[in-house]
Nanobody, 124 residues
Framework: QVQLVESGGGLVQAGGSLRLSCAAS????????MGWFRQAPGKEREFVAG????????YYADSVKGRFTISRDNAKKMVYLQMNSLKPEDTAVYYC?????????????????WGQGTQVTVSS
């Protein structure tokens, strides 16, 4: 079992930055692929970024590549999403998710554990 709690969301102007954090519980955190997803009103939940368990390999959606950076600290059981050059279209609820997988997954149904989400609002 893994429990996930996100924090760090808020209101920011376009071009600004935010850093989201996800605190995880569980003994085998380093075995989990971790992902960040987002969901805007009226839209499906979409993949943002993922990071593998121990190697630290990363994968990004094209829409955030070059602007967002995912990282993890296995000793602290934390995952981060550094978001730079934010745009109004980045406005959404952002979710942290975990899956016991060898490969990074970019589909929400492949993830087993989810946080409650944190709101990110980017004003123009």
């Amino acid at each position: 079992q893994v429990q996930l709690v996100e924090s760090g969301g808020g209101l920011v102007q376009a071009g600004g930055s935010l850093r989201l954090s996800c605190a995880a519980s569980g003994r085998t955190f380093s075995s989990y692929v971790m992902g960040w997803f987002r969901q805007a009103p009226g839209k499906e939940r979409e993949f943002v970024a993922g990071i593998s368990g121990s190697s630290g390999n990363t994968y990004y959606a094209d829409s955030v590549k070059g602007r967002f950076t995912i990282s993890r600290d296995n000793a602290k059981k934390m995952v981060y999403l550094q978001m730079n050059s934010l745009k109004p279209e980045d406005t959404a609820v952002y979710y942290c998710a975990a899956t016991m997988s060898y490969y990074i997954r970019n589909v929400a149904r492949d993830y087993d554990y989810w946080g409650q989400g944190t709101q990110v609002t980017v004003s123009s």
